[in-house]
């Protein structure tokens, strides 16, 4: 594994313990966290002055602990386009997601408090994230399917085409999903190819491309 580069970090989030925790891990595995915020304002303020290369965003913060979090994050984007965020939920809200990746920048992360736990895959997530990707959490991309109607604009693809669009939801590189799916990486172009075809999405590149499908996806 390619060593990982280190992040200035700013951290929202009004549970101590876990805000705490996150500054523990992050510090001892390298990296720099420039501010701990406890409020949406306090988030949006912390940003414009550090421009931290990510901002790990709690959901939920005071005042009323609905969706303080969210709203700061797509202010923070308003202010910096393209700010790398990792939002942080204790429950799938796919609506969340929806609304961070509207202006189809990407540099979008949306993990479970639970997905915290497993650090390697964390630390990876908040790399990915700061490089431009869209990482969505598994649980996520899992409801996605639960909740499918019968009129599913990814009606058209086939079943392993779902499968790699599924992989791309979760931030998978070509590359990664090619292992993960014991095939070859121009199979997987292929498929990809396929899926921005069937998915009727405009000539532009591939990584804007993917943010578009992955919105598709979301919305299906």
Same mark, same amino acid.
């Given at each position: ?6 992040? =200035? ?14 500054? =523990? ?8 966290? +420039?501010?701990?915020? #406890?409020?949406?304002?306090? @988030?949006?303020?912390?940003?414009v002055?550090?421009? $931290?290369?990510?901002?790990? *965003?709690?959901?939920?913060? &005071? &005042?009323?602990?609905? %969706?303080e #979090?969210?709203?700061a994050?797509?202010? *923070?984007?308003? !202010?910096? $386009?393209?700010?790398?965020? *990792? ?18 920048? #990407? ?5 479970? !408090?639970?997905r915290?736990?497993? *650090? ?14 869209? +990482?969505? %959490? &598994?649980?996520v991309?899992? /409801? ?8 599913? $604009?990814?009606?058209? @693809?086939?079943?392993?085409?779902r499968?790699?669009?599924? @992989?791309?939801a /979760? ?7 090619? =292992?993960?799916?014991? +095939?070859?990486? #121009?199979?997987?172009? !292929? ?6 075809? !069937?998915?009727? @999405? $405009?000539?532009?590149?591939? /990584? ?8 598709t996806?979301? =919305?299906?």
């Open positions: 594994m390619p060593a990982q580069r280190s992040l =200035r970090v700013v951290i929202a989030d009004d549970a101590v313990l876990l805000r705490e925790g996150l500054v =523990r891990l992050l510090t001892e595995n390298g990296h720099d966290v +420039v501010e701990v915020v #406890g409020d949406g304002p306090a @988030l949006v303020a912390a940003v002055a550090h421009e $931290p290369d990510v901002a790990i *965003v709690d959901v939920r913060m &005071p &005042p009323s602990f609905t %969706d #979090g969210l709203r994050a797509v202010e *923070v984007r308003g !202010k910096r $386009p393209g700010c790398p965020i *990792v939002v942080l939920s204790q429950y799938v809200e796919l609506s969340y997601a929806d609304d961070l990746l509207a202006d189809r920048a #990407g540099a979008i992360g949306y993990l479970l !408090k639970d915290v736990a497993d *650090v390697a895959d964390f630390l990876d997530t908040l790399q990915r994230v700061s490089a431009g990707a869209t +990482v969505l %959490d &598994p649980e991309v899992s /409801q996605l399917f639960v909740r499918r109607r019968d009129r599913d $604009p990814l009606a058209a @693809l086939t079943a392993r085409e499968e790699v669009l599924s @992989l791309m /979760q931030g998978r590189s070509n590359t990664a999903i090619a =292992r993960e799916l014991v +095939v070859t990486e #121009g199979a997987v172009e !292929k498929h990809v190819t396929n899926i921005f075809t !069937k998915l009727d @999405l $405009p000539r532009d590149d591939e /990584q804007h491309r993917r943010v578009l499908a992955v919105l996806y979301l =919305r299906s």
